[in-house]
């Protein structure tokens, strides 16, 4: 029993904390499972499905406790072409789009396992800071666009009685979310702000819009149905599928991937924390493929469902769990009660989230940090709301990468000094690699140096090839006047890069004892020159 409890619930959290926790996120995940549905044109049960298979899966398997995963925004914005191609390659009048939506699915499960299986997971850490924070940012304030669109009837902005009646309600619900902490921290904020609004909205008869209300303008009917069951994908089995869906695959597969591991990382430094990626890449793979089959819309982990949860006190699998068992009885049975919850609570949680997610350290740091991070954060910041995560987090990465290359590539220097025996010493400052080779051959005086030149890389590092040919050039220049380059002070993976580049760099290394080398071969050329 004690492996059991450990498993679901860690030593900081409590049952009673991810319990209500769960529920709380189970009634947020509603609205955005039927709205990100129809995003991706198809039934609000699918969206239902599938954020009850994603959160149970990676609740139970998956590498970050606390982390809540669900039909999401950035995988439906791709569905939605998937859905729309797949239509038109069937029957007319048969929605064989959701099937190649399923199928797809397969798939993506099984490049996101693959993933884990040969540890991609990792190259999340190679995300910068200034990335981090564009990106959080970002979402937040996706987050609050999409919270927008509730205060619309009939694609026109609600006015008039409607638009004061839901900006009260969202007021008092953050006032109760505000207010909980202050009274008890162990309180369920979200969870409650909810209740007391449904409440007075019910028994005061306030006319607002609810999540049945919702649902209808969606053009649905009802979340009510009974439980997923087993149906594999009725398209056919064929290489024209495989061309047609391995595109879309492998695109929803990365935009999961990179939403869920920088979800991980999010919610490990709100709880210093540390999840495990890889296994988490194989959690989401296996939720996706379990989708597939099961008739549910896939999706990957979201982070305002996750910050509701760390922030209502939900720290162990058991939070997740409740979460899609809780969304799994609505479905089968509260479909009436949930169906009562004012939109506008829900809302209001979400501008919660929106401020618990933007990071103001960002406004802190303006004036203390390089201007290039800045400019990467806003850079960021606005590719994640006008395209989507991956793009934006694809460009960051790149850029900050780019950047990084051009400082140090200016960083690289030399100083000459000749010693006793009159032979000239080159000693290189800064990493040399590809960015920084070209300022590099202009470090050497070739016609005024004598018949021996050592170049020192005490204070430096060969890191690719071409640093290789650059060396290789130096010595081809000197070697056309009869002069003969020896290298100094290579650390042990630098010198086993030269040693196996021997028949494109024609050097001599000298080795030295602080490397885990000898001298005796650079004192011996001394002598015998």
């Known amino acids: ?301 979201m982070i305002g469902q996750s910050i509701i949860n760390i922030t209502s006190g939900g720290r162990g699998r058991l939070s997740g769990i409740v979460a899609s068992i809780t969304l799994l009885g609505f479905i089968l049975f509260a479909s009436s009660y949930i169906e009562a919850v004012p939109i506008a609570a829900l809302v209001g949680v979400m501008f919660f989230v929106v401020f618990k997610t933007f990071a103001w350290s960002t406004f802190n740091i303006l004036n203390k940090v390089p201007k290039w991070d800045i400019a990467i954060i806003a850079i960021v910041t606005g590719m994640t709301v006008a395209f989507d995560l991956a793009i934006a987090v694809f460009a960051g990465v790149i850029i900050s990468a780019l950047l990084f290359s051009w400082e140090n590539a200016l960083r690289i220097r030399a100083r000459k000094t000749v010693d006793e025996h009159g032979i000239p010493h080159y000693e290189i400052y800064g990493p040399l690699f590809f960015g920084s080779t070209t300022l590099f051959l202009t470090k050497f005086e070739y016609e005024e140096d004598p018949l021996e030149v050592v170049i020192d890389f005490k204070d430096s590092r060969i890191m690719d090839l071409s640093a290789i040919e650059a060396i290789n050039k130096v010595a081809e220049n000197y070697q056309k006047m009869g002069k003969n380059v020896h290298l100094r002070y290579l650390s042990k993976d630098c010198t086993r890069l030269i040693k196996k580049a021997h028949k494109i760099c024609d050097v001599n290394v000298l080795e030295d004892p602080n490397y885990f080398l000898s001298i005796d071969n650079y004192r011996k050329h001394q002598v015998t020159k």
């Not at 997971?121 to 919270?147: C, D, E, H, T, Y």
């Not at 007075?200 to 819009?209: D, K």
């Open 1 to 301: 029993m004690s492996s059991v409890k450990n498993f679901l619930l860690p030593k900081e959290s409590s049952a009673q904390a991810d319990i209500f926790s769960g529920v709380t996120v189970a009634l947020a995940l509603v609205p955005e499972a039927v709205a990100f549905a129809f995003v991706a044109s198809v039934s609000p049960i699918i969206g239902l499905y599938g954020a009850f298979i994603m959160c149970l899966i990676t609740s139970l398997f998956g590498g970050r406790p606390g982390m809540i995963s669900g039909a999401t925004g950035a995988m439906a914005v791709v569905m939605v072409s998937l859905v729309t191609e797949g239509n038109a390659m069937g029957v007319a009048g048969e929605a064989t789009g959701v099937q190649y939506l399923f199928i797809t699915l397969l798939l993506v499960g099984v490049f996101q396992v693959l993933a884990g299986i040969f540890k991609l997971g990792k190259f999340i850490r190679l995300v910068p800071r200034p990335v981090m924070m564009g990106f959080v940012n970002g979402l937040a304030i996706v987050i609050f666009l999409s919270q927008l669109n509730m205060f619309k009837e009939n694609g026109s902005w609600i006015q008039g009685q409607s638009l004061w009646t839901m900006l009260g309600l969202v007021a008092l619900t953050l006032a109760i979310m505000f207010l909980t902490p202050i009274i008890s921290k162990k309180a369920p904020g979200a969870l409650i702000s909810i209740l007391i609004v449904t409440l007075i909205v019910i028994f005061m008869n306030i006319p607002t819009a609810t999540v049945l209300s919702f649902i209808q303008q969606s053009g649905g009917d009802s979340i009510k149905a009974g439980l997923p069951s087993f149906a594999w994908p009725q398209v056919p089995i064929n290489l024209e599928t495989l061309w047609f869906i391995t595109p879309y695959a492998l695109i929803l597969a990365a935009i999961g991937l990179i939403e869920s591991l920088m979800t991980l990382n999010l919610i490990d430094e709100l709880t210093q924390t540390r999840g495990r990626g890889n296994k988490e890449c194989m959690a989401q793979g296996f939720a996706n493929f379990l989708n597939g089959i099961f008739g549910g819309m896939g999706g990957c982990a």
